[in-house]
Every structure is written in structure tokens, then in C-alpha cells.
């Protein structure tokens, strides 16, 4: 079975960015992160872009893609390796064809067998299950089971993403079902120990599950 691993998602608003880029930095170094998604929601458009403007080269020089939430036209512009488009953001087709074929197009099926098919066909390269617990990021309007994880890995060749108050503590089931990334937000940045110490230990739960 592929490894599972660590896809990270930032908080939703960065108010220091100069301090948030020094803790991404020390976050990265502390283990394996195979992502980054810059999620600003309701932020103006010139702040997202000043923000991947500042941690995209952090990302890249330690090989984590950094992919833009929702909006592919401001993933072009930032540079960014890719584009997560929940399902009111267009599809990966049009992605596809702003962003070229070395992008990488994720898109959120929340606990729909039917969207995550969709997707695939229409060319994503992964898809993202969820919510699987209460989470504090986000009103929860779908409850995704750790079964369709293991329904799509036995499917599908596709890559899925596990998402929604996923923790070092509640995460073994999900990995252990075939998820093959874990998305967090709280579970790293609000670590009583500070980000890295979140990676530490998602990275830890992971390899034990």
C-alpha cells in the first residue's frame, strides 16, 4: 500500500505573514509535507497573491507543492503548482487548460461517490473526501465514512485526500482505510508546541497507523 502522507492547509487568515513564513519554514524541516494549500477565504485577491508570492518559494525549495484554493486564475498568476477547486469553482478541465498539463488539480467531493467519478474523468489528480470529523475551519455540511476511502482505493488509481478535524489522535482509521493524504489545519498550526511540533507528530500517527 502507498504511504500516506501530510498535505497541509493554512490558516485562514495570516495576519503576520513575515512570522507565518518563518514557521511554514520551520513546519517543512520538521517532516514530511507533500503539499501546501494557501486557503485565504474572504481575503482581497492582492492579499492571497503577496501571500504566495512570500511562501511559495518556501514550499518549492523543499519539494511541496504549493496549490491556490478555489481559484485557478490567481493559482496562474501566483505561480502556484496547482489549483484545489471545491465544487462551485469550475471544473478541472478548465483548469487544465489555464494551468497546463504539469499542474496538479485536486477537487473536494465531500462524501460523494458520484462527484469524486466525476472528477476523475474529467481529469483531476486527486480528489478530496470530507468532512470525516467536527472541524472548527468550517461549517460541516457532509459527513464522509472512512468506507469510501476504502471503496475508492480499491476502484480507483486516483489519489484521495482525507479532510475535516483530522488529528495525530483520531487519524488511524482513515490512513488504515487508504487515504493517501491527510489534510490538516488545527493539528498542525494550533499545536500546543508550536507547527512543527504538528508535523512531528501527524507524521508520527501516520507511520503508526
Known amino acids: 500500500m502507498p504511504e500516506c502522507r501530510l498535505y497541509l492547509i493554512t490558516p485562514p487568515a495570516l495576519p503576520d505573514l513575515t512570522g507565518f513564513a518563518d514557521s511554514l519554514a520551520r513546519a517543512l524541516d520538521a517532516g514530511d509535507v ?62 487544465r487548460k489555464l494551468l497546463g498539463a504539469e499542474a496538479t488539480i485536486g477537487v473536494t467531493c465531500h462524501a460523494s461517490r458520484h462527484l469524486a467519478m466525476e472528477a476523475g474523468e474529467a481529469g483531476a489528480d486527486y480528489v478530496a473526501f470530507g468532512a470525516f470529523f467536527p472541524t472548527g475551519t468550517k461549517q460541516v455540511q457532509h459527513q464522509a465514512e472512512p468506507e469510501i476511502l476504502e471503496w475508492w482505493a480499491e476502484m480507483f488509481e486516483l489519489p484521495c485526500v482525507a479532510i475535516g478535524g483530522i488529528t495525530a489522535a483520531n487519524c488511524a482509521p482513515l490512513v488504515r482505510a487508504g487515504a493517501d493524504f491527510l489534510a490538516v489545519v488545527g493539528a498542525v498550526w494550533s499545536h500546543p508546541e508550536g507547527p512543527a511540533a504538528g508535523v512531528r507528530a501527524m507524521n508520527a500517527a501516520i507511520a503508526a497507523a
Do not use: F, T
Open 34 to 95: 507533500a503539499a501546501l494549500q494557501l486557503r485565504l477565504k474572504d481575503q482581497p485577491d492582492d492579499a492571497v497573491l503577496r501571500a504566495a508570492a512570500a511562501l511559495r518559494p518556501i514550499a518549492q525549495a523543499r519539494d511541496v507543492a504549493l496549490l491556490m484554493n478555489d481559484r485557478m486564475d490567481l493559482a496562474k498568476q501566483a505561480g502556484c503548482d496547482g489549483v484545489h477547486l471545491g465544487q462551485g469553482d469550475g471544473d478541472p478541465v478548465a483548469a
